[in-house]
Nanobody
Framework: QVQLVESGGGLVQAGGSLRLSCAAS????????MGWFRQAPGKEREFVAG????????SYADSVKGRFTISRDDAKNTVYLQMNRVKPEDTAVYYC??????????????????WGQGTQVTVSS
């Protein structure tokens, strides 16, 4: 069992930056692929970024590619999402998630086994 706790959300102006963190409990963090998802009001939860258990492979949604960076620190059991040049359309609740399988990075919500409680990101124009 893994527990995930996100932090770092808040209010930021368009064009600014924010870094989200997700701290995981347990000793198996390094074996999981990790993902960041987001859900805006009235919309479905969507994939934002993912990172393989080795940290050597990443994947991004087209809408954030070139602006967001996912990384992980297995020594700290933490995954990060650096958000640069944010836009109002990035406003959402951001969730981190863990995929026990650890194969290729998956983008389906249903592929992830553990979820955090979410952190709100609001981008003002």
């Amino acid at each position: 069992q893994v527990q995930l706790v996100e932090s770092g959300g808040g209010l930021v102006q368009a064009g600014g930056s924010l870094r989200l963190s997700c701290a995981a409990s347990g000793r198996t963090f390094s074996t999981y692929n990790m993902g960041w998802f987001r859900q805006a009001p009235g919309k479905e939860r969507e994939f934002v970024a993912g990172i393989r258990r080795s940290g050597g492979s990443t994947s991004y949604a087209d809408s954030v590619k070139g602006r967001f960076t996912i990384s992980r620190d297995d020594a700290k059991n933490t995954v990060y999402l650096q958000m640069n040049r944010v836009k109002p359309e990035d406003t959402a609740v951001y969730y981190c998630a863990a995929d026990k399988w650890g194969g290729v990075i998956l983008r389906r919500v249903s592929a992830y086994d553990y979820w955090g409680q979410g952190t709100q990101v609001t981008v003002s124009s």
